[in-house]
Every structure is written in structure tokens, then in C-alpha cells.
């Protein structure tokens, strides 16, 4: 779900937002911002490099991160936020050789990368009817002032799929920067067991919830730099824990149209990773 929300709803005129406060301009506002979204996650015209500290009760992995037109690229720089031993410095570095030799295995990470964009979308273009808003006043967020929506089932709202069955059971609240028209922070809960694929195959169960926050990152381009999930479930039969937390920091832009192999190349120039312990205290701020 991360990544996103959307709208293609029709969006009014800007100018509705600032003709008083009666519900239906909130409402609108949190269309505008849904559809900016959208739009958003559909832009290849600004990629990034950043890290990405990903943290679960098992490991915590720091990577770097290349968004290109071929797919991410990822570099392992850190473990448990310690430095890559010698021998596992030469295996990312083999990774990474193997990668740029034999162009077929980035193919396959771009195809799965595809299509969990694919699912992704599903759910997020079901947002605008699948859920009720309703306004729950102001606030500060990171970026300046944001108003705060919560939200609850459209119970008129009948899933297509199984991907958006999940919002039909969810329940939390929504903030919008008011002056990007932007989503800050999205957090949802799980009020009811959400079965999926007849309860036979996999299962999510009450109690679950995630966190997602974005901000400006520089130049009114927005990035998703907070994500945490909490859930348990089963699949086919087997119980499964997803306990996971992933802040990203230290964002750069890179050239549009960039190719992984030049991705590859750029973090070969560069020789040694940056300090891991300093990504740590930047996702933590």
C-alpha cells in the first residue's frame, strides 16, 4: 500500500479552498491531495538516491538506493548498523558485477517491481470510494500547516479485488499539508480479521496497523521517508509476523533517465559507503 494514494475523481478549482470551511471544501481538499499523489507516483522525471535503513526484530540493513529507468538499484552499506565486514564488502561488490555483466536479472527485478506497482494501484485508485472522510481539525506537521481527516469504510463500497478487501475492515487518519496540497502522514488500523483469497490461503488479523509519513524533501518533490507495519496473519498455513520499520534519508537527485548500469558504475567511482551509524542518527531525528 505504501506508496501512494489516488484519485481519478474529478478535482474542483483550487480556488474552492479558500471559500470558507464547510465540509465539502475539506472533502475536496483531500481529493486534490489524493490526485497530486497519483500524479506524483506516476513522475520518472526526478529520481533519487537515498538511504534506506530497514529495521525488523530479526536485522536492521542500511542500503543505497538508485531509482533509474531500469529499476532500483540497491547497495548493502551497513549491517545491524555496523559496517560490512571484508568478506561481505566483496560479496555485495560481486552482486553488483554479476548484476551490470548479465542484464537479464535487472529485467526481472524491474518486472516484479512492475508488478507490485500494479497491485499497488489497485488500492490506491479504490481510496476515494472505499473510505468516508470527515475533518478532525488542524495541526503542524513537518512541512508547516496540515489538516487532519480521519477515516472509516464506505459501507456502499464493494472491492473488485482481493488486494483492496483490506480497506473494507480499516479504520485511522489522514493529514494534509495545506499549503502542497500534499499527504504527510496516513495511519490505518485493522478493526476486523480480513480474509483473503476465502480465508483458505491467507488471512490478516484484527489488531494490525501501519504508518506511512512524507515529506518535502527539496524543491516541492515529495518522498515517502517513514514507514511502519504491524501485522500478523497467515498464509496457506502457516502464522506470519510482519513487524517491520523503514526510514529513508538523505535524499539527492540524479539524472533523468539514468540506466542501472550507469547506477552501478557511479556507485563504483565512489569507493567507500557512507558512514552507516550517521544514516542511523539522521532517521532517527
Not at 478549482?13 to 499523489?37: F, I
Request: charged fraction near 25%.
Amino acid at each position: 500500500m505504501v506508496r501512494l494514494l489516488t484519485s481519478f475523481i474529478l478535482i474542483l478549482p483550487l480556488a474552492a479552498a479558500a471559500q470558507g470551511t464547510p465540509w465539502h471544501d475539506d472533502d475536496a481538499l483531500v481529493k486534490r491531495a489524493l490526485s497530486n499523489e497519483v500524479h506524483a507516483a506516476g513522475d520518472t522525471q526526478h529520481p533519487m538516491r537515498y538511504c534506506l535503513r530497514k529495521s525488523s526484530p530479526r536485522l536492521t540493513s542500511t542500503k543505497e538506493i538508485f531509482e533509474t529507468r531500469d529499476g532500483a538499484v540497491a547497495r548493502l552499506i551497513a549491517l545491524n548498523d555496523s559496517p560490512l565486514s571484508a568478506e561481505d564488502e566483496q560479496k555485495e561488490q560481486a552482486r553488483l558485477a554479476s548484476l551490470l555483466s548479465d542484464p537479464s536479472m535487472q529485467r526481472h527485478r524491474k518486472q516484479s517491481e512492475d508488478e507490485d506497482s500494479a497491485r499497488a494501484m489497485k488500492v490506491l485508485r479504490a481510496l476515494p470510494n472505499a473510505f468516508v472522510y470527515q475533518s478532525a481539525g488542524a495541526g503542524t506537521g513537518p512541512a508547516g500547516a496540515v489538516k487532519k481527516f480521519t477515516f472509516k469504510p464506505n459501507p456502499k463500497f464493494d472491492p473488485p479485488d482481493l488486494e483492496t478487501q483490506l480497506l473494507t475492515q480499516m479504520t485511522g487518519e489522514i493529514w494534509i499539508d495545506v499549503a502542497q496540497e500534499r499527504v504527510a502522514r496516513l495511519e490505518g488500523h485493522l478493526n476486523k480479521d480480513v480474509d483473503l483469497a476465502w480465508g483458505i490461503l491467507a488471512k490478516l488479523n484484527k489488531g494490525g496497523w501501519i504508518v506511512i509519513e512524507q515529506a518535502d524533501i527539496g524543491a516541492h518533490q515529495w518522498h515517502i521517508v517513514h514507514f511502519q507495519m504491524a501485522m500478523t496473519g497467515r498464509i496457506f498455513f502457516s502464522t506470519k509476523v510482519f513487524d517491520t520499520t523503514e526510514d529513508e534519508t538523505r535524499f539527492a537527485p540524479l539524472p533523468a533517465g539514468l540506466s542501472y548500469k550507469q547506477a552501478i558504475q557511479m556507485v563504483e567511482s565512489e569507493g567507500a559507503p557512507a558512514n552507516p551509524q550517521e544514516s542511523k542518527t539522521q532517521a532517527n531525528r
